[in-house]
């Protein structure tokens, strides 16, 4: 019989891309998803790419009693992978309240359920942001965790403490946090992809944005780091090797390969690359130029970060697949179909 998982924020650009991941490795899916930052189109994204309608409930981690009417319909669940939160780094500093309220309160209720319905396995959306600057790079997954800059960050530093205090409660969970560092690109089927609401506040979208005419010009944060162009540098990552390791970690916990109770992993690939970098790649993927412009920093940019993958690679047998030049392929692919499917 095909294993369940329920997903929830598979609606949303890492979720939907992991959903289509896991049908394609013979679980079944049930997302959860309140479409607060997505669309149905990417339900039927999903089934477009892979034949199979996912079963599908709109709905409010925070509602508490409508999630526990949910695992009373779904008795069978096997693992959870939780994507939904709210993940805009400059709202969060607006918003904290929303955020803290989202955030941790999605994770609380999915873990009480989980519970009660005596589901274990739990993999955990975490971020490279719970390292701020690191002092020493690649960042392994023991480098100290930095006061986070923003509520948005904090809830992730909070929510994996949520998990490891859970877990050391001695209740019956086992999880894997995964510290994502940046995805970007889309499925190459180009039938999902990220989709920001209003205008973009991260790299990859802004640019593919500005391709097509959207956005007049890309505004490149700063110069002057102490990088060898003076731009930010990050490890990018192709969402689609970030998808399949959410599948090769939730058949870890069922599977019973775990370690420990409670697993931490870096997923990036490695590489650091300069935001002009990228934009030379975005040049070379597309064939056009991209205006930009040099303005001041953005408050809050770390200056370089990029993973030490090691542990990832040896653990999970996983390892990033998809280049710089098939991420910029992909998204700016995806933007196309995107903008021509919805005459947006
Ligand atoms: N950048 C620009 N111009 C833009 C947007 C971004 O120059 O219009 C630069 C930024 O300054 C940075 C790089 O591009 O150097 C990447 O910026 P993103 O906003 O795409 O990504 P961040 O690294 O700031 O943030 C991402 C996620 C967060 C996560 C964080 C962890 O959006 O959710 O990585 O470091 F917390």
């Known amino acids: 019989m095909q294993k369940k998982i329920l997903v929830t924020g598979g609606a949303g650009y890492i979720g939907s891309h992991t959903v289509v991941e896991l049908q394609n490795s013979g ?50 669940i096997a693992g959870c992978i939780h994507f939904a939160a709210s993940k805009a780094v400059g709202e969060s500093v607006n918003k904290p309240l929303h955020y803290y309220r989202n955030n941790l309160n999605s994770l609380m209720n999915l873990m009480e359920c989980m519970i009660a319905n005596g589901v274990e396995p739990l993999v955990f959306s975490s971020s490279c942001t719970v390292y701020g600057q690191p002092e020493k790079l690649p960042v392994t997954e023991d480098a100290p965790i930095l006061k986070a800059l923003a509520p948005y960050g904090n809830t992730k530093q909070i929510c994996e403490e949520i998990i490891q205090d859970t877990i050391t409660s001695g209740v019956k969970v086992k999880a894997i946090a995964l510290r994502y560092f940046n995805p970007i690109g889309a499925h190459p089927s180009a039938k999902i992809g990220e989709l920001p609401q209003g205008i973009p506040n991260n790299l990859v979208p802004y640019i593919t944005q500005t391709a097509f005419g959207v956005r007049k010009e890309l505004s490149v944060y700063g110069n002057d780091y102490n990088t060898p162009d003076g731009s930010c540098i990050r490890d990018y990552i192709h969402v689609v090797d970030l998808a399949k390791a959410h599948v090769i970690a939730i058949s870890r916990l069922i599977n019973g390969i775990n370690k420990k109770p409670y697993e931490i992993f870096n997923l990036g690939t490695g590489n650091g690359y300069s935001v002009f970098e990228v934009i030379k790649a975005f040049e070379k993927a597309s064939g056009k130029p991209l205006p930009h412009k040099v303005v001041p920093r953005r408050e809050g940019d770390i200056e370089k970060i990029y993973a030490d993958t090691k542990f990832a690679n040896e653990e999970l047998g996983w390892k990033a697949q998809l280049g710089i030049d098939d991420m910029m392929a992909h998204a700016w692919a995806w933007e196309q179909y995107y903008r021509k499917a919805t005459h947006a």
């Open 27 to 76: 679980y079944e899916v049930v997302i959860i998803d309140d479409f607060s930052n997505s669309l149905p189109d990417s339900l039927k994204g999903i089934e477009s790419i892979t034949g199979k309608k996912p079963f599908f409930e709109q709905l409010d981690l925070c509602d508490a009693a409508g999630l526990k009417l949910f695992f009373n319909k779904h008795k069978n």
